[in-house]
């Protein structure tokens, strides 16, 4: 009985001083809880400098933004491949996820060797290597046949701009392939894939590991939102707010963080509890340097951190009696699963006498002692550093939600985790010991990453899908080169029609004359009023025309138009035009003047001469009544007698077309076309306006106008369902008739069609330019929409700023069609083989859309090559044109009078 207690005694006493011992030499490896506290907020800040745009460059934790938005709602369904790439094993699996009432996935897989000479050779063979791989698995599950998606679950730092791509920033680990640094690692597999004719698959998804785990973990417990990984290498990744990631655009939801926290203290931070058996661990490794926290933790090397611990205790004399084997002196030697084997509860002892045995060494009961306890610092080191990080993105995820206590899961993979036989229990309890307020589970992902790499793949699916939807409804708002010729060609047609006496009544293109008869010569002089109706602003003018030195002075004011003037009756309208003319006056001081007055009267007219036009139908959201039929000028007339305060000799009236024409004309003699592209009020408008010559009158011009419903009834006769959608509306209200076809889809908002949506009228021209330009950022585009009443997330405003974009572009290449119409009309009228002229132009559309005027441009040259058309933009409006028009018209009077 004695002997038994002195055994007893004898061994506690043993332990006692080996533990002793081994705690006084590896001192600086136990980590007391300030010091992890500590440690805890160096990486809350490391965080913080990663997600920042201007700090990422030079953080060492990089916070990869990962393109994964939400965890998986049950309603993923399909059949996928995966592969998985980067912890100990490598994996071919195909994942079948169904739905069916319940939460279903079926898993095949099948490992495959990743030899160093791979890993570590050259990339292109790793890639056609991996891709052997899965076109092996392939057909021997007989699956060659079918297209199938494929989540890459990809186990190192990648920098992603998108779900499908991801460029690798670095090797970690034990790969080191050359040529694959910096390059995108979807596209070299795709391309390795490529080679195999008979394989039909599309990367979808390019996923961490540790991202994987989440996703998997999410599937079962929806409380998921972090993932962490103790294997090989080790990392985390969390679901971080969109409004903290600097490097993505958006600020809605949130999105999934790959921390890569592996090269947390890369930059120095960790050097204070660096040991130098780090050190040296660090320069016998692939990657000196790099991934430092990694390496006082995973798998890869904790092992190898025992060894050299053990090797410089032996040389110290206080292992092994001084004696070192090679075995010892050989890297590698003891793995991570040696140390899981010494310190299991029951069999550790013996474990480590022989593993230690094995490595050609003669331990004594003190030294096995000793040696357990070496693995019990290092691997518990390691579950500490863990621990603090992991507390640090628990305390980010409680602040972020301004939660007082957190209640999260969080997903646990890799094999120092899962066997290891002490390492989760003491993870949990610092854990829990550093963030007392959040209430955390962990969940050990049975099946590895692919079941979330299947379900981030299955979104992507979707997402595909619904992508092709639109690239559908879009693709018939693109125009080939040869349909462009098909308007122009019809336009052509069209322009002979509505001159032609017979065939006039019937053309869609009215091509009505305007009366204008002469240039201004330079001889003009006086003081002029014009009137400027019909586009986004009405304004009243004076002109000076001073003779000779083609020179004109211009003042003017702006009026508005109430709604329900434009809307009103037309005495009301014209009493209003009149009551701004009176303002006027006043204003310039010239009450009670008699001046002869330029009309620009911005709608289709047919007039009989230059002072009489009769309105044929009100466009641009003018609806007064009494007017259509009617003559404008003499309406106006009546409102002058009617207010009975001065007199005006309206001499012209003109439309803007003409007037942009003549402002242009007068500096620039070849200007023989007049083109508007404008908003109107609240639409859009493209009108045209040319010099069209007529033998018997000298030249005498003439206006077509060709306004853009008519264009697009030109185009669309095969698809119906859109040509009832685009005839006779303005840009804006197609923009919304699509939005609306795209929601009803469920292919937007959230498939919820909102009463705003609803409303006529509510996308005016302007909001198309702002929206389209390329200086604004998508959250600016999302305020737009928000003005506008639509709750849009940032995927919405993607595709509504491509909506509008394929509706202007196609605007501009139908105007664009239609102008080389006529230019090349006035070539061959005059018989020309080169014709050089220049268009005038005028319009918000043309001069603040950021794309219109180019993609006007460029049609113009492909489809009239014969022509050189240059583009003026007049700077005045064409209330000058409109002014010159009534001197021309003027001097012409005069000289009948005198004739
Ligand atoms: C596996 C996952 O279960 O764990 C892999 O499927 C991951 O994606 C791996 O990389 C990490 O652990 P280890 O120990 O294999 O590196
Ligand atoms: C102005 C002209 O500059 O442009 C108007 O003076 C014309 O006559 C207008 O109607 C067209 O553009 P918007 O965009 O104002 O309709
Ligand atoms: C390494 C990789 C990282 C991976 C981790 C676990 O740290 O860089 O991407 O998640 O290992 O496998």
Same mark, same amino acid.
């Given at each position: 009985? !004695?002997?038994?207690?002195?055994?007893?005694?004898?061994?506690?006493?043993?332990?006692e001083d080996q533990i002793k011992k081994v705690d006084r030499?590896?001192?600086?490896?136990?980590?007391?809880?300030?010091?992890?506290?500590?440690?805890?907020?160096?990486?809350?800040?490391?965080?913080?400098?990663?997600?920042?745009?201007?700090?990422?460059?030079?953080?060492?934790?990089?916070?990869?933004?990962?393109?994964?938005?939400?965890?998986?709602?049950?309603?993923?369904?399909?059949?996928?491949?995966?592969?998985?790439?980067?912890?100990?094993?490598?994996?071919?699996?195909?994942?079948?996820?169904?739905?069916?009432?319940?939460?279903?996935?079926?898993?095949?897989?099948?490992?495959?060797?990743?030899?160093?000479?791979?890993?570590?050779?050259?990339?292109?063979?790793?890639?056609?290597?991996?891709?052997?791989?899965?076109?092996?698995?392939?057909?021997?599950?007989?699956?060659?046949?079918?297209?199938?998606?494929?989540?890459?679950?990809?186990?190192?730092?990648?920098?992603?701009?998108?779900?499908?791509?991801?460029?690798?920033?670095?090797?970690?680990?034990? !790969?080191?392939?050359?040529?694959?640094?910096?390059?995108?690692?979807?596209?070299?597999?795709?391309n390795a894939i490529k080679k195999h004719k008979d394989l039909d698959v599309d990367i979808l998804a390019l996923v961490n590991d540790t991202v994987g785990?989440?996703?998997?973990?999410?599937?079962?417990?929806?409380?998921?939102?972090?993932?962490?990984?103790?294997?090989?290498?080790?990392?985390?990744?969390?679901?971080?707010?969109?409004?903290?990631?600097?490097?993505?655009?958006?600020?809605?939801?949130?999105?999934?963080?790959?921390?890569?926290?592996?090269?947390?203290?890369?930059?120095?931070?960790?050097?204070?509890?660096?040991?130098?058996?780090?050190?040296?661990?660090?320069?016998?490794?692939?990657?000196?340097?790099?991934?430092? !926290?990694?390496?006082?933790?995973?798998?890869?090397?904790?092992?190898?951190?025992?060894?050299?611990?053990?090797?410089?205790?032996?040389?110290?004399?206080?292992? !092994?009696?001084?004696?070192?084997?090679?075995?010892?002196?050989?890297?590698?030697?003891i793995e991570t699963q040696h140390v899981a084997a010494m310190e299991k509860y029951k069999e550790g002892l013996a474990n480590t006498r022989e593993i230690l045995t094995d490595l050609g060494l003669e331990p004594s009961e003190a030294d096995c002692i000793a040696v357990q306890h070496v693995c019990t610092i290092v691997s518990f080191r390691s579950a500490n550093l863990c621990a603090a990080a992991l507390a640090?993105?628990?305390?980010?995820?409680?602040?972020?939600?301004?939660?007082?206590?957190?209640?999260?899961?969080?997903?646990?993979?890799?094999?120092?985790?899962k066997i290891h036989p002490q390492y989760p229990k003491r993870l949990h309890k610092v854990v829990r010991r550093l963030v007392p307020n959040c209430d955390v589970r962990f969940l050990l992902s049975e099946s590895g990453s692919t079941k979330g790499a299947a379900m981030v793949t299955a979104v992507a699916s979707r997402v595909q899908a619904q992508r092709k939807q639109i690239d559908k409804v879009l693709a018939l708002f693109q125009l080939t080169r040869e349909q462009l010729a098909g308007v122009q060609d019809r336009m052509r047609a069209e322009l002979e029609?509505?001159?032609?006496?017979?065939?006039?009544?019937?053309?869609?293109?009215?091509?009505?004359?305007?009366?204008?008869?002469?240039?201004?010569d330079g001889t003009e002089k006086g003081k002029f009023l014009a009137l400027d109706l019909g586009g986004t602003n009405f304004r009243v003018l004076l002109v000076k025309i001073r003779s000779g030195r083609r020179s004109v002075r211009m003042y003017n004011k702006i009026f508005a138009i109430p709604l329900e003037i434009m809307q009103g009756t037309g005495e009301e309208l014209f009493d209003h035009i009149v009551q701004c003319i009176a303002d006027f006056l006043d204003y310039m001081g010239l009450k009670g003047a008699q001046l002869p007055l330029g009309f620009t009267f911005s709608f289709p007219c047919r007039q009989m001469s230059i002072d009489k036009g009769t309105l044929i139908g009100w466009t641009k959201g003018f609806k007064a009544t009494d007017c259509e039929g009617e003559d404008v000028v003499d309406m106006l007339r009546e409102a002058i007698k009617r207010r009975n305060e001065f007199d005006l000799d309206i001499v012209a009236v003109v439309n803007d077309t003409v007037g942009t024409m003549m402002t242009c004309g007068y500096e620039d003699p070849n200007c023989e076309i007049g083109l508007i592209?404008?908003?109107?009020?609240?639409?859009?408008?493209?009108?045209?306006?040319?010099?069209?010559?007529?033998?018997?009158?000298?030249?005498?011009?003439?206006?077509?106008?060709?306004?853009?419903?008519?264009?697009?009834?030109?185009?669309?006769?095969?698809?119906?369902?859109?040509?009832?959608?685009?005839?006779?509306?303005?840009?804006?209200?197609?923009?919304?008739?699509?939005?609306?076809?795209?929601?009803?889809?469920?292919?937007?908002?959230?498939?919820?069609?909102?009463?705003?949506?609803?409303?006529?009228?509510?996308?005016?021209?302007?909001?198309?330019?702002?929206?389209?330009?390329?200086?604004?950022?998508?959250?600016?585009?999302?305020?737009?929409?928000?003005?506008?009443?639509?709750?849009?997330?940032?995927?919405?405003?993607?595709i509504v700023k491509e909506v509008c974009g394929a509706v202007s572009r196609r605007a501009a290449q139908l105007c664009g069609a239609g102008l080389a119409a006529i230019v090349e009309k006035r070539r061959e009228d005059q018989g020309l083989e080169h014709l050089k002229l220049t268009v005038g132009v005028d319009g918000t559309l043309y001069k603040l859309h950021p794309h219109f005027s180019r993609v006007l441009q460029e049609t113009v040259k492909e489809l009239a090559p014969k022509c050189d058309v240059a583009f003026m933009l007049s700077e005045d409006g064409s209330g000058k044109g409109a002014a010159l028009i009534t001197a021309v018209a003027k001097r012409l009077q005069q000289a009948h009078k005198e004739f």
């Open positions: 009985m !004695f002997a038994v207690h002195l055994l007893a005694f004898y061994f506690t006493k043993l332990k030499f590896l001192y600086h490896m136990r980590l007391s809880d300030e010091i992890l506290l500590d440690i805890m907020a160096r990486f809350q800040a490391e965080m913080e400098k990663g997600l920042g745009k201007d700090t990422n460059p030079t953080a060492s934790v990089k916070m990869l933004p990962t393109f994964v938005r939400a965890i998986p709602d049950g309603s993923e369904n399909g059949e996928f491949l995966s592969l998985d790439l980067g912890g100990s094993k490598f994996r071919v699996l195909k994942v079948q996820v169904s739905q069916e009432g319940k939460r279903n996935v079926q898993m095949e897989s099948q490992f495959y060797p990743m030899p160093n000479e791979i890993s570590r050779g050259n990339g292109v063979e790793l890639f056609d290597y991996v891709a052997d791989c899965l076109s092996d698995f392939m057909k021997h599950k007989e699956l060659k046949h079918k297209k199938l998606p494929l989540g890459f679950t990809f186990s190192f730092p990648c920098r992603q701009t998108k779900l499908e791509e991801g460029v690798l920033l670095s090797w970690t680990k034990k !790969f080191k392939a050359r040529g694959v640094q910096d390059t995108d690692v979807v596209s070299r597999l795709t785990t989440m996703m998997t973990c999410a599937y079962d417990d929806p409380y998921c939102e972090v993932g962490v990984i103790i294997g090989t290498g080790t990392n985390a990744c969390y679901m971080e707010d969109m409004s903290h990631i600097d490097l993505v655009e958006g600020d809605e939801g949130r999105m999934c963080i790959n921390t890569e926290w592996g090269a947390f203290g890369d930059d120095g931070s960790l050097e204070d509890i660096r040991t130098e058996f780090d050190r040296e661990l660090d320069l016998g490794s692939l990657n000196p340097g790099k991934q430092l !926290f990694e390496k006082m933790i995973s798998g890869l090397y904790l092992g190898e951190l025992v060894r050299l611990i053990l090797l410089k205790m032996a040389k110290a004399g206080l292992l !092994f009696g001084g004696e070192k084997s090679s075995a010892l002196h050989t890297k590698g030697k640090a993105i628990l305390t980010r995820l409680r602040e972020n939600k301004k939660l007082a206590r957190l209640r999260t899961t969080v997903g646990m993979d890799g094999t120092v985790y029609y509505g001159l032609k006496k017979k065939t006039h009544a019937l053309a869609t293109v009215k091509m009505l004359p305007t009366y204008v008869c002469g240039m201004p592209a404008g908003s109107g009020i609240q639409q859009c408008v493209i009108a045209c306006g040319y010099i069209n010559d007529m033998p018997s009158y000298g030249r005498l011009q003439k206006q077509a106008r060709a306004d853009f419903p008519a264009l697009t009834s030109l185009v669309y006769p095969s698809s119906p369902r859109y040509e009832k959608m685009t005839s006779g509306m303005y840009l804006g209200e197609i923009v919304r008739q699509i939005l609306i076809d795209l929601t009803k889809r469920g292919l937007l908002f959230r498939g919820q069609i909102s009463e705003r949506l609803r409303t006529r009228g509510i996308f005016e021209t302007k909001f198309l330019s702002q929206i389209e330009s390329d200086r604004l950022a998508l959250l600016q585009v999302r305020r737009i929409l928000q003005q506008l009443g639509l709750d849009s997330t940032c995927e919405d405003s993607i």
